[in-house]
T-cell receptor, first 112, second 114 residues
Framework: GESVGLHLPTLSVQEGDNSIINCAYSNSASDYFIWYKQESGKGPQFIIDIRSNMDKRQGQRVTVLLNKTVKHLSLQIAATQPGDSAVYFCAENIGSPDKLIFGTGTRLQVFP | DTEVTQTPKHLVMGMTNKKSLKCEQHMGHRAMYWYKQKAKKPPELMFVYSYEKLSINESVPSRFSPECPNSSLLNLHLHALQPEDSALYLC?????????????FGDGTRLSIL
C-alpha cells in the first residue's frame, strides 16, 4: 500500500552539528511534501515544504531535498540547537487534494 | 503561539457523556481538518471541510460528528466514546483545500475516556 516511512526512529546529535532526517515515500503521484516539527505537548509545527517540480528548497537553517527517482525526502538542519529537539514528521499529499499522509516520525535528540 | 486555537486543552469524559471539541482560526483559511493522534504515532486524518462543506470522512465511526458552523470554526461532537478513542485530537487549517498548501495545526485537545 501507499506509505511514507522514515529510516531512523531516533537521531542523536551534538549541539552545533548538522542533522539529516530521512523519509521514503511510495506514491510516485505525490506532488507536495511537508516537514513538521512536533514538540512535547504541542501540535505539529510547519517547517518547510517542497513541490515535486523542485529538487531542493532552503529555509532558515533548514534545507529539504527531494529525490523523485528513488522517492526520497530529507530534512537537513544546520548547526543543530537544543531547541531543535522534537519529533519530526514528513508528510505527502496524495490522491485526494486534501489528504495529507504522515510518515512514522523521527525523534531528534540534541546533546550539549 | 499557534494561530489555530483548540479548546479545551484537556478533556476527561465517561463513555456515556456527550462533549464537544472546538477549533477556531482567523487566518481566512477555507479548509479545516480534524486529526487523531495516538501516543508516539503520526496524526491520522479524520475529516476535511472545504468551504464549510464536508469533503472527506475517513470512515470515522458515527460517535464522532463534525460540524463547521462558519469558515472560522470547526467542532467535533463526541458521544458514547470508547476507551480506545483516548488520544490527542488535532485541528488544522489551510488556505484552500487544493492540496499544495501547508496545513497549520493547533496544539490539540488531549482526550481521556474513562
Amino acid at each position: 500500500g501507499e506509505s511514507v516511512g522514515l529510516h531512523l526512529p531516533t537521531l542523536s546529535v551534538q549541539e552545533g552539528d548538522n542533522s539529516i532526517i530521512n523519509c521514503a515515500y511510495s506514491n510516485s503521484a505525490s506532488d507536495y511534501f511537508i516537514w513538521y516539527k512536533q514538540e512535547s505537548g504541542k501540535g505539529p509545527q510547519f517547517i518547510i515544504d517542497i513541490r515535486s517540480n523542485m529538487d531542493k528548497r532552503q529555509g532558515q537553517r533548514v534545507t529539504v531535498l527531494l529525490n523523485k527517482t528513488v522517492k526520497h525526502l530529507s530534512l537537513q538542519i544546520a548547526a543543530t540547537q537544543p531547541g531543535d529537539s522534537a519529533v519530526y514528521f514528513c508528510a505527502e499529499n496524495i490522491g485526494s487534494p486534501d489528504k495529507l499522509i504522515f510518515g512514522t516520525g523521527t525523534r531528534l535528540q540534541v546533546f550539549p | 503561539d499557534t494561530e489555530v486555537t483548540q479548546t479545551p486543552k484537556h478533556l476527561v469524559m465517561g463513555m456515556t457523556n456527550k462533549k464537544s471539541l472546538k477549533c477556531e482560526q482567523h487566518m481566512g483559511h477555507r479548509a479545516m481538518y480534524w486529526y487523531k493522534q495516538k501516543a508516539k504515532k503520526p496524526p491520522e486524518l479524520m475529516f476535511v471541510y472545504s468551504y464549510e462543506k464536508l469533503s472527506i470522512n475517513e470512515s470515522v465511526p458515527s460517535r464522532f460528528s463534525p460540524e463547521c458552523p462558519n469558515s472560522s470554526l470547526l467542532n467535533l461532537h463526541l458521544h458514547a466514546l470508547q476507551p480506545e478513542d483516548s488520544a490527542l485530537y488535532l485541528c488544522a487549517s489551510s488556505q484552500e483545500g487544493g492540496g499544495s498548501q501547508p496545513q497549520h495545526f493547533g496544539d490539540g485537545t488531549r482526550l481521556s475516556i474513562l
